[in-house]
């Protein structure tokens, strides 16, 4: 029997030769670039057909990351879900809190093999900084972690949690100051120092192979979570529900349920302060196709093609882009893409830690509010399988503020 | 009305003849002012430009620099928009005579729509197209409306680019060919090195076409030593650094740009 943990794309579904699943995919980038990609691109191809690559990365996911991750069944939570049953894919309690560490251990491993010495990556939340910054420290490889000026604010927990674990965190000024700048940045940085240095990308965009190989290094999510609830309850959910910003971890759970036909899956983009006020990163739902960070997907545009600023209370989730493969799924139908707003995704993340006694990230909180959608549309016969993408020890601080859970006396005495 | 490709290639086959490199110069549309910008080209022109690449300001200038991005920021705060750009180039053409090229990113251009973009730029007087993230593997659709409508098609290559791919490039490219110096963005350097040389001669044993090398470019000293290998010499940051320094002062400004465009287009002579 083969393992779960490193199955790329079985049964066909891979991008085009020249990476395109759709319409969308492709590879925009300058000529600088070109041979670092394919290089890039090149050294996955070699890695997939050595066994010894797929031992390495096992290795690493049992007995670093903690894999296989817990599936949880939330019955309390699931009271306010119509009485449909609802489970949780723990990637909360993988090695790092978040799932960014499945693919960051993937290309670390591929860094090594080209023989490169320095990593540099982007972070929005700080999950994929923190994970690529793990990896670094494990491997003994340099790295610089770009990150948007607003989002080392408010995820200041995960800046320090980078800089411990020995990387460089370099605040980003330019445009919105969030992920959509700190991707510009590291790709300024990778065109001048691409001889040494590996991009390590966090998600399922970018040019090709990045979206490609991302999702594969993703997939052992939604490859142990079919096995699981088939185990615990003798069948397939009726949804499976992820919280999208780039789409990586997405990408992840949905993979594996693609050939089910009777599996809904669906997932949730943040709609910020309502898609209406135009204060969203809505993507699939309100955006055009367009290129954006190398790849053609839909995009946040105005009609001269310049990116226009998203937002949402979650950093990982503002992001005026998403992966090829989403917007490919969302045009073939097979999968669908709902908003959901700031405040319906706070209340799920008070709900869940009420009646659960876990605090997720304010991402996965996201897909945690159209779990108690999709509930109440299937009724009490329902299953939902949700990803809960990661934790939310870094949200504490805006959580708080949000909720107004800091202790007034001692701000006051704190003056 | 077909573009001035022929035009920029007789510019380019002329500086030859005189046996010396041209010399290219590079601002923003929308920048300092969305009508300053005529002004500002002209300026460079007049100084001693043989050709001005236009930029199309983009909010998401992956390949530039901070003195480009500054410029390009304050072109979108002046709300420029992409009709403005190819006025812009329209009237830059008509008042020097002068090629006048754009540069952008592909996204405004597959948003504006390829071949609308093609024929307005065209129709406008403009040159060509330089689109530096437009890989040759996905140009066709560009190269196509570009051939119709008489634009040239000008790719960048890069000292990692090999052999084979040097021979493809510049194969389905026209115009000029655009050497970049070195690995990184747009910027003035401390120097030119021995990378754009070499690049220039590799590129040179595929083509026909002129090789203009761009990237670091900033003052006559370098232009000279470019302008000994190369059949021109690109210059963008050191342009927009003049306007940033002047701070608003019109006057001072297309001084700074007339002075700047005198000391290169000394260089460019000073070479061989």
């Not at chain 1, 990230?361 to 159209?370: F, P, Q, V, W």
Request: aromatic share 6%; with cysteine; charged share 25%.
């Amino acid at each position: 029997m083969s393992s779960d943990f490193f199955i790329p794309d079985p049964e066909g579904q891979v991008p085009s030769a020249e990476g395109y699943f759709g319409a969308f995919g492709g590879k925009f980038i300058p000529e600088a670039l070109v041979a670092a990609v394919d290089e890039v691109a090149a050294e996955y191809e070699k890695a997939k057909a050595d066994p010894a690559f797929a031992a390495e990365l096992e290795d690493l996911l049992v007995n670093y990351t903690g894999r296989p991750s817990a599936l949880t069944e939330v019955p309390r939570f699931a009271e306010h879900a119509g009485g449909a049953r609802v489970f949780l894919k723990r990637e909360d309690l993988n090695h790092t809190g978040s799932h960014k560490i499945n693919n960051v251990l993937g290309q670390a491993l591929l860094t090594r093999r080209m023989g490169k010495s320095r990593v540099i990556a982007e972070t929005g939340a700080g999950q994929h900084g923190v994970a690529t910054a793990t990896a670094c420290a494990l491997f003994g490889l340099e790295c610089t972690i770009y990150m948007g000026e607003i989002d080392t604010q408010r995820q200041a927990l995960n800046v320090a949690r980078m800089r411990m674990l020995g990387a460089e965190v370099i605040a980003v000024k330019s445009g919105s100051r969030t992920l959509k700048d700190a991707i510009n940045e590291a790709f300024r940085d990778w065109v001048a120092n691409v001889d040494r240095t590996h991009y390590l990308f966090g998600t399922v965009a970018g040019p090709h192979p990045f979206p490609a190989l991302v999702r594969d290094f993703h997939r052992v999510i939604g490859v142990e979570a079919r096995r699981q609830i088939l185990e615990r309850t003798g069948r397939l959910p009726d949804a499976v529900a992820a919280c999208v910003g780039g789409g990586s971890n997405a990408i992840g759970l949905f993979h594996a349920f693609l050939p089910d036909e009777s599996v809904r899956i669906v997932g949730f983009e943040p709609a910020g302060h309502g898609v209406a006020t135009g204060e969203h990163a809505a993507t699939l739902s309100q955006g055009e196709p367009g290129i954006l960070h190398g790849s053609r997907s839909y995009v946040l545009q105005d009609e001269d093609g310049q990116i226009t600023e998203p937002y949402s209370i979650s950093a990982g989730l503002d992001y005026p882009g998403v992966g090829p493969e989403h917007a490919y799924l969302k045009d073939v139908g097979r999968a669908e893409y709902r908003a959901v707003t700031d405040d319906e995704a706070m209340r799920a993340l008070r709900l869940l830690s009420e009646t659960e006694g876990i605090i997720p990230a304010i991402e996965s909180a996201h897909a945690l509010a159209g779990a108690l959608d999709l509930g109440r549309e299937l009724g009490s016969d329902g299953l939902v399988l949700v990803n809960l993408s990661g934790r939310g020890d870094k949200d504490m601080d805006t959580a708080a503020t949000y909720f107004g859970l800091y202790d007034q006396r001692s701000d006051e005495g704190a003056k | 009305m077909a573009g001035n490709l022929e035009l920029l290639g007789s510019v380019l086959a002329g500086a030859k003849d005189e046996g010396r490199a041209a010399l290219v110069g590079y601002l923003p549309a929308g920048f300092p002012t969305i009508d300053g910008a005529v002004d500002a080209m002209t300026a460079m022109i007049e100084g001693g430009c043989d050709i001005v690449e236009v930029g199309l300001p983009h909010s998401d200038p992956v390949l530039d620099g901070p003195v480009i991005q500054t410029a390009d920021d304050i072109a979108l705060r002046n709300g420029v928009r992409i009709r403005d750009v190819i006025r812009t180039v329209g009237e830059a053409h008509a008042r020097t005579g002068a090629p006048i090229l754009c540069m952008t990113y592909w996204n405004p251009v597959d948003r504006y729509g390829v071949e609308r973009f093609a024929a307005d730029l065209a129709e406008a007087g403009g040159a060509g197209c330089i689109l530096p993230d437009l890989p040759v593997e996905e140009s066709e659709i560009w190269r196509k409306a570009a051939e119709q409508h008489g634009l040239a098609t000008v790719f960048v290559v890069a000292p990692s680019s090999r052999d084979e791919r040097l021979a493809k490039i510049t194969a389905a490219g026209s115009g000029f060919v655009y050497a970049a110096s070195l690995m990184g963005v747009t910027g003035t350097r401390e120097s030119v090195g021995q990378e754009a040389r070499a690049l220039v001669e590799r590129t040179r044993s595929t083509t026909t076409l002129p090789v203009c090398v761009g990237l670091g470019v900033s003052n006559a000293s370098q232009a000279a030593e470019v302008a000994a290998f190369a059949d021109g010499v690109i210059v963008g940051s050191a342009f927009v650094k003049r306007l940033l320094d002047a701070e608003g002062d019109t006057e001072a400004g297309l001084a700074g740009l007339r002075e700047l465009a005198g000391e290169l287009a000394e260089g460019v002579r000073t070479a061989r």
